[in-house]
């Protein structure tokens, strides 16, 4: 069983940045696919960001270029990066770990972008 507690959420400006951060308990996450998707109010949970146990990385296409996941092993933990936000970036952000039938999600993070 594996918990993930997201942090970093907050109010930024447009411009702005933030970063979230997955602390990931219970087992290590080194082999799992980790995710950040995030959920706007009525609309569905869609993925930001994904970065595989290899390293690679994807990303939705209304992020690109701004912003970027990684994760460190070592500490257990996944981030993402957010630079250059937009209102419309305005969610709840989710952190999620999947590995075969595994599949774990946060609790949430609300990020708010307004001026």
């Known amino acids: 069983q594996v918990q993930l507690v997201e942090s970093g959420g907050g109010l930024a400006q447009p411009g702005g940045s933030l970063r979230l951060s997955c602390a990931a308990s219970?087992?290590?996450?080194?082999?799992?696919?980790m995710g950040w998707f995030r959920q706007a109010p009525g609309k569905q949970r869609d993925l930001v960001a994904r970065i595989f146990s290899s390293g690679s990385t994807n990303y939705a296409d209304s992020v690109k270029g701004r912003f970027t996941i990684s994760r460190d092993n070592t500490k257990n933990t996944v981030y993402l990066q957010m630079n250059s936000l937009k209102p419309d970036d305005t969610a709840v952000y989710y952190c999620?770990?999947?590995?075969?039938?595994?599949?774990?999600w946060g609790q949430g993070s609300q990020v708010t972008v307004s001026s």
């Open positions: 219970g087992s290590s996450i080194s082999r799992y696919a």
């Open positions: 999620n770990g999947r590995w075969g039938i595994n599949n774990y």
